[in-house]
Protein backbone atom coordinates (compact mmCIF):
# COMPACT_ATOMS: atom_id res chain seq x y z
CA UNK A 1 0.00 0.00 0.00
CA UNK A 2 3.04 2.00 0.77
CA UNK A 3 4.92 2.07 -2.48
CA UNK A 4 1.76 2.05 -4.45
CA UNK A 5 1.24 5.23 -2.92
CA UNK A 6 4.52 6.42 -3.56
CA UNK A 7 4.17 5.75 -7.07
CA UNK A 8 1.23 8.09 -7.72
CA UNK A 9 3.25 11.14 -6.78
CA UNK A 10 5.65 10.38 -9.53
CA UNK A 11 8.03 8.89 -7.28
CA UNK A 12 9.95 6.00 -7.21
CA UNK A 13 10.43 4.10 -3.52
CA UNK A 14 13.69 4.30 -2.40
CA UNK A 15 13.43 2.89 0.81
CA UNK A 16 10.87 0.99 3.89
CA UNK A 17 10.83 0.66 7.41
CA UNK A 18 8.72 -1.45 9.18
CA UNK A 19 7.54 -1.18 12.64
CA UNK A 20 6.04 -5.01 14.85
CA UNK A 21 4.81 -4.46 18.24
CA UNK A 22 4.08 -7.54 20.89
CA UNK A 23 3.05 -8.26 23.95
CA UNK A 24 5.37 -10.96 24.03
CA UNK A 25 8.18 -11.52 21.31
CA UNK A 26 7.37 -14.82 19.10
CA UNK A 27 10.09 -14.93 16.57
CA UNK A 28 8.69 -17.49 14.47
CA UNK A 29 5.83 -14.78 13.77
CA UNK A 30 8.35 -11.89 13.82
CA UNK A 31 10.22 -13.89 11.09
CA UNK A 32 6.92 -14.37 9.04
CA UNK A 33 6.00 -10.52 9.42
CA UNK A 34 9.68 -9.27 8.08
CA UNK A 35 9.94 -12.07 5.50
CA UNK A 36 6.39 -10.65 3.88
CA UNK A 37 7.96 -7.28 4.36
CA UNK A 38 11.37 -7.89 2.87
CA UNK A 39 9.49 -9.60 -0.34
CA UNK A 40 7.52 -6.97 -0.79
CA UNK A 41 10.53 -4.33 -0.99
CA UNK A 42 11.92 -6.72 -3.75
CA UNK A 43 8.74 -6.83 -5.40
CA UNK A 44 8.46 -2.90 -5.28
CA UNK A 45 12.54 -2.60 -5.75
CA UNK A 46 13.17 -0.62 -2.51
CA UNK A 47 15.60 -1.05 0.34
CA UNK A 48 14.07 -2.28 3.90
CA UNK A 49 16.44 -0.18 5.82
CA UNK A 50 15.57 -1.27 9.32
CA UNK A 51 12.51 -0.39 11.80
CA UNK A 52 11.76 -1.50 15.32
CA UNK A 53 10.21 -4.38 16.84
CA UNK A 54 8.74 -3.61 19.94
CA UNK A 55 7.42 -5.64 23.59
CA UNK A 56 4.82 -4.15 25.15
CA UNK A 57 2.25 -6.31 27.44
CA UNK A 58 0.45 -3.81 28.71
CA UNK A 59 -0.73 -3.18 25.09
CA UNK A 60 -1.15 -6.53 23.23
CA UNK A 61 -2.20 -9.59 25.10
CA UNK A 62 -1.42 -14.15 24.24
CA UNK A 63 -0.48 -13.68 20.15
CA UNK A 64 -1.89 -10.58 19.27
CA UNK A 65 0.26 -8.14 17.40
CA UNK A 66 0.37 -5.19 15.35
CA UNK A 67 2.42 -4.03 12.28
CA UNK A 68 3.13 -0.93 10.45
CA UNK A 69 5.09 0.36 7.76
CA UNK A 70 6.14 4.01 5.97
CA UNK A 71 7.89 4.51 2.52
CA UNK A 72 10.20 6.64 1.08
CA UNK A 73 10.30 7.79 -2.33
CA UNK A 74 12.24 10.31 -4.90
CA UNK A 75 10.80 12.57 -7.93
CA UNK A 76 12.33 15.31 -9.92
CA UNK A 77 10.13 18.09 -9.37
CA UNK A 78 9.68 18.27 -13.32
CA UNK A 79 8.31 14.36 -13.17
CA UNK A 80 5.78 14.47 -10.68
CA UNK A 81 2.15 13.57 -11.32
CA UNK A 82 -0.74 14.64 -11.81
CA UNK A 83 -0.01 16.70 -14.69
CA UNK A 84 -1.16 20.05 -15.85
CA UNK A 85 -1.85 18.89 -19.58
CA UNK A 86 -4.36 16.22 -18.41
CA UNK A 87 -7.84 17.31 -20.68
CA UNK A 88 -11.46 15.64 -21.21
CA UNK A 89 -10.85 12.93 -24.05
CA UNK A 90 -8.16 11.62 -22.04
CA UNK A 91 -8.73 7.60 -21.11
CA UNK A 92 -8.75 5.90 -17.92
CA UNK A 93 -6.51 2.84 -17.94
CA UNK A 94 -7.06 0.11 -15.40
CA UNK A 95 -4.99 -2.48 -13.70
CA UNK A 96 -6.36 -5.45 -12.21
CA UNK A 97 -6.45 -5.65 -8.29
CA UNK A 98 -5.19 -9.47 -6.45
CA UNK A 99 -8.24 -9.27 -4.99
CA UNK A 100 -10.06 -6.80 -1.89
CA UNK A 101 -6.21 -5.41 -1.11
CA UNK A 102 -6.10 -3.80 2.32
CA UNK A 103 -9.52 -1.77 2.19
CA UNK A 104 -12.98 -2.38 3.19
CA UNK A 105 -12.30 -4.98 5.84
CA UNK A 106 -14.49 -3.72 8.65
CA UNK A 107 -17.47 -4.09 6.02
CA UNK A 108 -15.66 -7.50 5.18
CA UNK A 109 -15.20 -8.71 8.32
CA UNK A 110 -19.44 -7.35 9.18
CA UNK A 111 -20.84 -9.44 6.24
CA UNK A 112 -18.20 -12.83 7.19
CA UNK A 113 -19.96 -12.58 10.69
CA UNK A 114 -23.29 -12.24 9.60
CA UNK A 115 -22.87 -15.20 6.82
CA UNK A 116 -22.08 -17.11 9.61
CA UNK A 117 -18.73 -18.39 7.61
CA UNK A 118 -15.11 -19.39 9.61
CA UNK A 119 -12.19 -17.84 8.71
CA UNK A 120 -11.17 -21.70 7.65
CA UNK A 121 -14.11 -22.70 5.82
CA UNK A 122 -13.96 -23.03 1.94
CA UNK A 123 -14.57 -19.56 0.43
CA UNK A 124 -18.01 -19.47 -1.08
CA UNK A 125 -16.54 -17.43 -4.22
CA UNK A 126 -13.76 -19.80 -4.62
CA UNK A 127 -13.84 -23.60 -4.00
CA UNK A 128 -10.21 -23.67 -4.59
CA UNK A 129 -9.26 -22.06 -1.22
CA UNK A 130 -10.30 -20.58 2.36
CA UNK A 131 -12.19 -17.70 2.82
CA UNK A 132 -9.39 -16.04 5.47
CA UNK A 133 -6.43 -17.25 2.58
CA UNK A 134 -8.67 -15.32 -0.07
CA UNK A 135 -9.18 -11.94 1.64
CA UNK A 136 -5.48 -11.57 2.84
CA UNK A 137 -4.28 -12.35 -0.45
CA UNK A 138 -1.59 -9.77 -0.61
CA UNK A 139 -2.64 -6.40 -2.58
CA UNK A 140 -0.58 -6.05 -5.97
CA UNK A 141 2.85 -3.71 -6.05
CA UNK A 142 2.83 -2.01 -9.39
CA UNK A 143 6.16 -0.35 -9.11
CA UNK A 144 8.35 -1.91 -11.95
CA UNK A 145 5.36 -1.18 -14.98
CA UNK A 146 4.09 1.68 -13.77
CA UNK A 147 7.89 3.21 -13.37
CA UNK A 148 8.55 1.74 -16.69
CA UNK A 149 5.55 3.73 -18.17
CA UNK A 150 6.14 6.68 -15.98
CA UNK A 151 9.76 6.81 -17.25
CA UNK A 152 8.66 7.53 -21.23
CA UNK A 153 5.98 10.10 -20.06
CA UNK A 154 2.71 8.39 -20.94
CA UNK A 155 1.20 8.71 -17.42
CA UNK A 156 -0.72 12.15 -16.85
CA UNK A 157 -1.89 11.24 -13.87
CA UNK A 158 -2.54 8.41 -11.63
CA UNK A 159 -4.99 7.07 -8.78
CA UNK A 160 -4.40 3.97 -6.38
CA UNK A 161 -7.40 2.90 -5.60
CA UNK A 162 -7.27 2.44 -1.51
CA UNK A 163 -10.28 3.69 0.93
CA UNK A 164 -12.73 5.54 -0.46
CA UNK A 165 -12.85 3.27 -3.64
CA UNK A 166 -13.29 5.01 -7.18
CA UNK A 167 -15.38 7.69 -5.85
CA UNK A 168 -13.10 9.70 -3.62
CA UNK A 169 -9.71 8.62 -5.03
CA UNK A 170 -9.86 9.24 -8.53
CA UNK A 171 -11.25 12.94 -8.17
CA UNK A 172 -7.89 13.72 -6.16
CA UNK A 173 -5.80 13.64 -9.42
CA UNK A 174 -8.19 15.39 -11.49
CA UNK A 175 -8.47 19.11 -12.04
CA UNK A 176 -12.01 20.45 -10.67
CA UNK A 177 -13.05 21.17 -14.12
CA UNK A 178 -13.05 17.36 -15.65
CA UNK A 179 -14.73 14.31 -14.00
CA UNK A 180 -14.47 10.77 -14.41
CA UNK A 181 -16.57 8.63 -15.76
CA UNK A 182 -15.86 4.87 -15.40
CA UNK A 183 -17.88 1.90 -17.19
CA UNK A 184 -18.56 -0.64 -14.88
CA UNK A 185 -19.15 -3.24 -17.12
CA UNK A 186 -15.80 -2.95 -18.70
CA UNK A 187 -14.00 -5.54 -16.65
CA UNK A 188 -15.05 -8.60 -15.07
CA UNK A 189 -15.52 -7.87 -11.46
CA UNK A 190 -14.03 -10.94 -9.25
CA UNK A 191 -16.23 -13.03 -7.48
CA UNK A 192 -15.40 -11.93 -4.05
CA UNK A 193 -16.49 -8.34 -4.32
CA UNK A 194 -19.85 -9.74 -6.65
CA UNK A 195 -20.58 -12.41 -3.23
CA UNK A 196 -19.87 -9.41 -0.39
CA UNK A 197 -22.41 -7.20 -2.39
CA UNK A 198 -25.33 -10.52 -2.44
CA UNK A 199 -23.95 -11.13 1.01
CA UNK A 200 -23.15 -8.19 2.86
CA UNK A 201 -26.81 -6.22 0.60
CA UNK A 202 -24.40 -3.36 -0.57
CA UNK A 203 -26.03 -1.20 -3.19
CA UNK A 204 -23.52 0.23 -6.01
CA UNK A 205 -23.17 3.68 -4.22
CA UNK A 206 -21.50 2.09 -1.05
CA UNK A 207 -19.54 -0.78 -3.43
CA UNK A 208 -17.82 1.96 -5.18
CA UNK A 209 -16.48 4.01 -2.37
CA UNK A 210 -15.42 1.27 0.07
CA UNK A 211 -13.71 -1.62 -2.62
CA UNK A 212 -11.47 -1.82 -5.17
CA UNK A 213 -13.84 -3.98 -7.18
CA UNK A 214 -10.85 -5.74 -9.20
CA UNK A 215 -8.84 -2.47 -10.25
CA UNK A 216 -6.04 -1.43 -7.92
CA UNK A 217 -4.53 1.05 -10.29
CA UNK A 218 -6.40 4.18 -12.66
CA UNK A 219 -4.32 5.99 -14.75
CA UNK A 220 -5.12 8.35 -16.96
CA UNK A 221 -3.17 8.50 -20.34
CA UNK A 222 -3.70 10.90 -24.09
CA UNK A 223 -6.13 8.09 -26.54
CA UNK A 224 -3.02 8.34 -29.11
CA UNK A 225 -0.50 6.36 -26.34
CA UNK A 226 -3.61 3.68 -25.04
CA UNK A 227 -2.21 0.43 -27.98
CA UNK A 228 1.96 1.59 -26.56
CA UNK A 229 1.60 1.68 -23.53
CA UNK A 230 -1.50 -1.09 -23.30
CA UNK A 231 1.25 -3.33 -24.88
CA UNK A 232 4.47 -2.50 -22.16
CA UNK A 233 2.14 -2.69 -19.31
CA UNK A 234 1.23 -6.57 -20.73
CA UNK A 235 5.01 -7.33 -21.16
CA UNK A 236 5.29 -7.02 -17.43
CA UNK A 237 2.26 -9.69 -16.80
CA UNK A 238 -0.26 -6.74 -15.93
CA UNK A 239 -3.94 -7.18 -16.80
CA UNK A 240 -5.10 -3.32 -18.43
CA UNK A 241 -8.25 -2.52 -18.94
CA UNK A 242 -9.51 0.83 -20.55
CA UNK A 243 -12.40 1.69 -18.13
CA UNK A 244 -13.50 5.03 -18.71
CA UNK A 245 -12.80 8.56 -19.72
CA UNK A 246 -12.41 11.75 -18.85
CA UNK A 247 -15.46 14.34 -19.43
CA UNK A 248 -15.78 18.21 -18.74
CA UNK A 249 -17.28 18.45 -15.28
CA UNK A 250 -20.86 20.60 -15.19
CA UNK A 251 -22.52 22.35 -12.37
CA UNK A 252 -23.29 19.77 -10.06
CA UNK A 253 -21.45 17.07 -11.30
CA UNK A 254 -19.78 14.51 -9.60
CA UNK A 255 -15.51 13.87 -10.00
CA UNK A 256 -16.13 10.34 -10.32
CA UNK A 257 -19.53 8.82 -11.83
CA UNK A 258 -20.11 5.05 -12.17
CA UNK A 259 -21.86 3.78 -14.94
CA UNK A 260 -23.51 0.46 -15.72
CA UNK A 261 -22.24 -0.78 -11.87
CA UNK A 262 -25.35 -3.13 -11.95
CA UNK A 263 -23.37 -6.19 -13.03
CA UNK A 264 -21.43 -5.60 -9.42
CA UNK A 265 -24.25 -6.73 -7.56
CA UNK A 266 -25.41 -9.92 -9.41
Known sequence: ?????????????????????CGKLNVPDAVAFVKGVADGCLQAGCALLGGETAEMPSLYTGGDFDGAGAAVGAVERSNMIPRTDIVAGDILLGLASSGCHSNGFSLIRKTVELSRLSYDDIAPWDSRTTVGASLLNPTKIYCKPFLAAHKRG????????????????IPRM????LSAVVDGSSWNVPAVFKW????????????????????GM????????????????RTFGEDVIEIGRLVTRGDGMAGCIIENGDGWVH
Open 174 to 177: LPPS
Open 154 to 169: FIKAASHITGGGFVEN
Open 1 to 21: MNVNDVLVQGAEPLFFLDYYA
Open 218 to 233: VLVISPKDLDEVTSLL
Open 196 to 215: LARAGNIDVSELSKTFNMGI
